[in-house]
């Protein structure tokens, strides 16, 4: 719980952030507070089996992984005795504390019973976490408190606990939560917010756990959050603690007319003692630095851990923290970059000590709204391809977009040429193809006139028909739609014609342009004899089927005509 009513007091120094604030940051978790929102989240008997819980907690360390944001998990330790009364009565009378240490006043704190339901919970959380890389740090106490000290002494940067409270022990950075939906945030509180807006430093914030009550002490019965930030604000940060330490809390009694019920003074000081100075490993202990230390990803160990708990088969293991831990491992390279960089060294990609993990960008990405990237890693078992952020790249290997935008270059001109040379294709098809229609209509107008005078001839141009009917014609728009019409020649030509073998005869189409002007009759009997045939006039003489199928090919060769401009 921490300070009753105080996290109302501080919401006017709430703030929401992405959850890429954490990239490359170390962060100290309070390991029971994340069991326990976890755990409010999947209350059910069912959710409880399933261990949701416990998923819960693997999805949010996939997510800070990805961001190469190093966690530290905290777990309590044994229970302050000033708090036992506290406990006991959350607990209902001790079922977490051993039945043979509940005298408060023969010790000086109580050790936890570690077979109980939560603690079983903390157990199986440890073992996920050190096989994703994620090292745990037993506190002597309170696990807030141990958190605190780390981030005092600027040995992490922030502090993940809804334990309000945290702020007494002298935590500078704190998340109270964090929500993975949307791209993921979290709600941060920083001390020096604190300071700036409300003007309440470390000294006034321990005032009011005393006057409004916590985790060791009632506080002042009747007193409210906006009456005792008066008082402590009267009093001013720097007095306030020594006021309380010298009058105790008499005068808070006397502003509230006599009406309060207050504990032995001499425990006011204790309380202030354990803000003050909680249990904790100090900042240059050994079991510090073993915590803080970098961690391998153990990943068979994780396939064995999964497939215990949720049933995951490897594959699907593989598949939530592959990606993850790939893109960790290229934030750190870009890390490296970064500080070569400042250093005033920009050796070429090739030439850097440690292999670039990506080995190459396979295409553009978008993912909710942010540019990205879908590349594919070197020696990164199980894992092809992933998608990371753009700016990523851009830090981390810029040559690698670079090479990336050549080749989508190179193919898109490859692909300009191919589509040029089809459309050539296409061209010459559909030229082809129209002068074979523009023959064919002449010689069905030609065929009817020839069978409607009563014309014989010798040559039938029913065989140079059959091979156009049994092919299919087919021409291929710009919108790819394929236009195809049949022709079979019994519908194509009823009748034959016969060419005179002493003279050749042109035909022309009037609906082509006109042919050069008529020649005098000398001219005219010389080489070759030119009949104009006006296919108006001879549809005048065609029967009905003949027209019906003429206008059809005229109406198919004008269609096509069309599509072609």
Same mark, same amino acid.
């Given at each position: 719980?921490?300070?009753?009513?105080?996290?109302?007091?501080?919401?006017?120094?709430?703030?929401?952030?992405?959850?890429?604030?954490?990239?490359?940051?170390?962060?100290?978790?309070?390991?029971?507070?994340?069991?326990?929102?976890?755990?409010?989240?999947?209350?059910?008997?069912?959710?409880?089996?399933?261990?949701?819980? #416990?998923?819960? #907690?693997?999805?949010?360390?996939?997510?800070?992984?990805?961001?190469?944001?190093?966690?530290?998990?905290?777990?309590?330790?044994?229970?302050?005795?000033?708090?036992?009364?506290?406990?006991?009565?959350?607990?209902?009378?001790?079922?977490?504390?051993?039945?043979?240490?509940?005298?408060?006043?023969?010790? &000086?704190?109580?050790?936890?019973?570690?077979?109980?339901?939560?603690?079983?919970?903390?157990?199986?959380?440890?073992?996920?976490?050190?096989?994703?890389?994620?090292?745990?740090?037993?506190?002597?106490?309170?696990?807030?408190?141990?958190?605190?000290?780390?981030?005092?002494?600027?040995?992490?940067?922030?502090?993940?606990?809804?334990?309000?409270?945290?702020?007494?022990?002298?935590?500078?950075?704190?998340?109270?939560?964090?929500?993975?939906?949307?791209?993921?945030?979290?709600?941060?509180?920083?001390?020096?917010?604190?300071?700036?807006?409300?003007?309440?430093?470390?000294?006034?914030?321990?005032?009011?756990?005393?006057?409004?009550?916590?985790?060791?002490?009632?506080?002042?019965?009747?007193?409210?959050?906006?009456?005792?930030?008066?008082?402590?604000?009267?009093?001013?940060?720097?007095?306030?603690?020594?006021?309380?330490?010298?009058?105790?809390?008499?005068?808070?009694?006397?502003?509230?007319?006599?009406?309060?019920?207050?504990?032995?003074?001499?425990?006011?000081?204790?309380?202030?003692?354990?803000?003050?100075?909680?249990?904790?490993?100090?900042?240059?202990?050994?079991?510090?630095?073993?915590?803080?230390?970098?961690?391998?990803?153990?990943?068979?160990?994780?396939?064995?851990?999964?497939?215990?708990?949720?049933?995951?088969?490897?594959?699907?293991?593989?598949?939530?923290?592959?990606?993850?831990?790939?893109?960790?491992?290229?934030?750190?390279?870009?890390?490296?970059?970064? &500080?070569?960089?400042?250093?005033?060294?920009?050796?070429?990609?090739?030439?850097?000590?440690?292999?670039?993990?990506?080995?190459?960008?396979?295409?553009?990405?978008?993912?909710?709204?942010?540019?990205?990237?879908?590349?594919?890693?070197?020696?990164?078992?199980?894992?092809?391809?992933?998608?990371?952020?753009?700016?990523?790249?851009?830090?981390?290997?810029?040559?690698?977009?670079?090479?990336?935008?050549?080749?989508?270059?190179?193919?898109?001109?490859?692909?300009?040429?191919?589509?040029?040379?089809?459309?050539?294709?296409?061209?010459?098809?559909?030229?082809?193809?129209?002068?074979?229609?523009?023959?064919?209509?002449?010689?069905?107008?030609?065929?009817?006139?020839?069978?409607?005078?009563?014309?014989?001839?010798?040559?039938? &141009?029913?065989?140079?028909?059959?091979?156009?009917?049994?092919?299919?014609?087919?021409?291929?728009?710009?919108?790819?739609?394929?236009?195809?019409?049949?022709?079979? &020649?019994?519908?194509?030509?009823?009748?034959?014609?016969?060419?005179?073998?002493?003279?050749?005869?042109?035909?022309?189409?009037?609906?082509?342009?006109?042919?050069?002007?008529?020649?005098?009759?000398?001219?005219?009997?010389?080489?070759?004899?030119?009949?104009?045939?006006?296919?108006?006039?001879?549809?005048?003489?065609?029967?009905?089927?003949?027209?019906?199928?003429?206008?059809?090919?005229?109406?198919?060769?004008?269609?096509?005509?069309?599509?072609?401009?």
């Amino acid at each position: 719980m921490g300070v009753k009513n105080l996290w109302d007091i501080l919401e006017s120094c709430k703030k929401t952030v992405p959850l890429h604030h954490l990239q490359n940051k170390r962060v100290c978790v309070d390991l029971s507070c994340w069991m326990v929102q976890l755990q409010n989240v999947s209350k059910s008997h069912a959710c409880m089996k399933e261990k949701v819980y #416990l998923r819960g #907690l693997f999805h949010r360390l996939r997510a800070l992984i990805a961001l190469n944001c190093n966690v530290v998990f905290v777990a309590d330790g044994s229970i302050p005795a000033i708090k036992l009364s506290t406990y006991r009565r959350r607990l209902n009378m001790g079922k977490e504390v051993e039945h043979n240490e509940t005298n408060s006043q023969q010790v &000086t704190s109580l050790r936890r019973n570690m077979g109980s339901e939560f603690s079983i919970m903390i157990k199986e959380a440890k073992a996920l976490g050190m096989a994703l890389g994620i090292s745990c740090l037993n506190g002597i106490e309170e696990a807030e408190a141990q958190c605190a000290l780390l981030n005092f002494e600027s040995l992490c940067d922030g502090c993940f606990s809804s334990d309000s409270d945290i702020f007494l022990f002298g935590a500078r950075t704190v998340y109270r939560d964090i929500c993975l939906g949307d791209g993921g945030h979290i709600v941060c509180y920083e001390m020096a917010d604190i300071e700036t807006k409300l003007g309440f430093g470390r000294d006034s914030l321990i005032a009011l756990s005393l006057l409004l009550g916590c985790d060791y002490y009632q506080g002042v019965h009747g007193l409210g959050p906006e009456s005792a930030c008066q008082i402590v604000k009267s009093i001013g940060d720097k007095f306030v603690l020594k006021k309380i330490a010298s009058e105790g809390l008499e005068w808070a009694k006397k502003r509230k007319g006599g009406v309060n019920n207050l504990q032995k003074d001499e425990k006011v000081l204790q309380v202030i003692n354990a803000y003050m100075k909680p249990k904790c490993h100090s900042a240059d202990s050994d079991v510090v630095h073993r915590a803080l230390a970098q961690y391998q990803f153990q990943r068979i160990k994780l396939h064995q851990i999964c497939t215990e708990l949720f049933e995951w088969p490897s594959e699907k293991t593989d598949g939530y923290i592959l990606p993850s831990i790939a893109e960790r491992d290229l934030r750190r390279f870009a890390n490296l970059r970064i &500080t070569s960089s400042e250093l005033g060294l920009n050796p070429p990609l090739h030439e850097i000590p440690v292999k670039c993990p990506v080995s190459e960008i396979v295409k553009n990405r978008r993912v909710q709204g942010r540019e990205c990237y879908e590349v594919s890693w070197e020696k990164m078992d199980g894992l092809e391809t992933s998608i990371v952020p753009a700016d990523l790249i851009e830090s981390a290997c810029p040559e690698k977009i670079l090479e990336f935008e050549e080749k989508k270059a190179q193919k898109k001109k490859q692909n300009i040429q191919k589509r040029r040379s089809k459309k050539n294709e296409t061209a010459s098809s559909v030229a082809e193809l129209d002068e074979k229609l523009q023959n064919l209509l002449l010689d069905i107008n030609l065929g009817d006139k020839g069978n409607h005078n009563g014309e014989s001839f010798g040559f039938s &141009t029913a065989m140079a028909a059959t091979d156009l009917s049994t092919s299919e014609f087919s021409y291929q728009s710009h919108g790819n739609i394929e236009h195809t019409r049949n022709i079979s &020649t019994n519908d194509a030509v009823s009748s034959s014609i016969t060419i005179s073998s002493m003279h050749k005869v042109e035909v022309i189409d009037l609906l082509s342009p006109s042919p050069a002007p008529k020649k005098s009759h000398e001219q005219r009997s010389s080489k070759q004899n030119v009949e104009v045939i006006n296919l108006s006039d001879i549809e005048n003489d065609m029967s009905p089927e003949h027209k019906e199928k003429a206008k059809d090919l005229r109406l198919f060769l004008a269609s096509i005509r069309n599509e072609m401009h």
